[in-house]
Protein backbone atom coordinates (compact mmCIF):
# COMPACT_ATOMS: atom_id res chain seq x y z
CA UNK A 1 0.00 0.00 0.00
CA UNK A 2 2.08 3.08 1.18
CA UNK A 3 5.40 3.79 -0.52
CA UNK A 4 8.28 5.77 1.75
CA UNK A 5 7.56 6.14 5.43
CA UNK A 6 8.78 9.79 6.61
CA UNK A 7 9.71 10.67 9.82
CA UNK A 8 7.75 13.73 10.15
CA UNK A 9 3.69 13.25 10.42
CA UNK A 10 3.22 16.61 9.94
CA UNK A 11 5.24 16.46 6.62
CA UNK A 12 3.69 13.53 5.81
CA UNK A 13 0.42 15.24 5.86
CA UNK A 14 1.53 18.31 3.92
CA UNK A 15 2.98 16.60 1.28
CA UNK A 16 -0.74 13.83 1.06
CA UNK A 17 -2.57 17.68 1.08
CA UNK A 18 -0.38 18.69 -2.19
CA UNK A 19 -1.22 15.46 -3.60
CA UNK A 20 -5.06 15.77 -3.35
CA UNK A 21 -5.41 19.06 -4.17
CA UNK A 22 -3.44 18.69 -7.35
CA UNK A 23 -6.20 16.41 -8.20
CA UNK A 24 -8.89 18.93 -8.22
CA UNK A 25 -8.95 19.05 -12.18
CA UNK A 26 -11.70 21.39 -12.75
CA UNK A 27 -10.06 24.46 -10.10
CA UNK A 28 -13.55 24.30 -8.18
CA UNK A 29 -11.87 23.41 -5.05
CA UNK A 30 -14.02 20.62 -4.15
CA UNK A 31 -12.71 16.84 -5.04
CA UNK A 32 -15.36 14.51 -6.75
CA UNK A 33 -15.27 10.72 -5.76
CA UNK A 34 -13.72 10.94 -9.48
CA UNK A 35 -10.77 13.19 -8.22
CA UNK A 36 -10.27 11.57 -5.00
CA UNK A 37 -9.94 8.04 -5.97
CA UNK A 38 -7.41 9.24 -9.36
CA UNK A 39 -5.57 10.65 -5.30
CA UNK A 40 -6.03 7.38 -3.77
CA UNK A 41 -4.46 5.79 -6.94
CA UNK A 42 -1.37 8.03 -7.23
CA UNK A 43 -0.99 7.45 -2.79
CA UNK A 44 -0.94 3.85 -4.07
CA UNK A 45 -4.39 2.61 -2.85
CA UNK A 46 -5.02 -1.22 -3.54
CA UNK A 47 -8.67 -0.16 -4.27
CA UNK A 48 -8.94 3.51 -4.90
CA UNK A 49 -12.29 3.50 -5.58
CA UNK A 50 -13.21 2.01 -2.53
CA UNK A 51 -11.10 4.55 -0.51
CA UNK A 52 -12.40 7.44 -2.26
CA UNK A 53 -15.85 6.32 -1.30
CA UNK A 54 -14.75 5.84 1.83
CA UNK A 55 -13.19 9.23 2.02
CA UNK A 56 -16.11 10.67 0.79
CA UNK A 57 -18.32 8.97 3.56
CA UNK A 58 -15.54 10.04 6.48
CA UNK A 59 -15.16 13.72 5.39
CA UNK A 60 -18.32 14.72 3.35
CA UNK A 61 -20.00 16.80 6.14
CA UNK A 62 -23.05 18.36 4.16
CA UNK A 63 -23.48 15.63 2.04
CA UNK A 64 -23.34 16.95 -1.09
CA UNK A 65 -20.76 14.25 -2.95
CA UNK A 66 -18.04 16.54 -3.44
CA UNK A 67 -14.99 17.64 -0.68
CA UNK A 68 -14.50 20.80 0.03
CA UNK A 69 -10.70 21.26 -0.24
CA UNK A 70 -11.24 24.54 2.10
CA UNK A 71 -13.63 22.86 5.09
CA UNK A 72 -13.38 18.92 4.70
CA UNK A 73 -10.03 18.19 2.96
CA UNK A 74 -8.07 17.74 6.24
CA UNK A 75 -10.37 14.92 7.59
CA UNK A 76 -9.73 13.41 3.70
CA UNK A 77 -5.91 13.93 4.64
CA UNK A 78 -6.20 12.49 8.26
CA UNK A 79 -7.77 9.30 7.04
CA UNK A 80 -5.36 8.44 4.72
CA UNK A 81 -2.35 9.28 7.09
CA UNK A 82 -4.25 6.97 9.81
CA UNK A 83 -4.39 4.44 7.20
CA UNK A 84 -0.80 4.55 7.03
CA UNK A 85 -0.11 5.93 3.88
CA UNK A 86 2.55 8.18 2.64
CA UNK A 87 4.86 9.60 -0.08
CA UNK A 88 8.73 9.18 -1.07
Known amino acids: ???VRL???DDT????M?????????GDA?????ELKAAFAELG?????????????H???NGDGLISID????????HAVNLGYTVN
Not at 30 to 34: D, E, N, V
Open 7 to 9: TNK
Open 59 to 61: ADD
Open 1 to 3: MPH
Open 45 to 57: AKWPAFRAWEGLR
Open 13 to 16: KVQI
Open 71 to 78: KELDKVVD
Open 18 to 26: KIFKRFDKD
Open 30 to 34: QLSKT
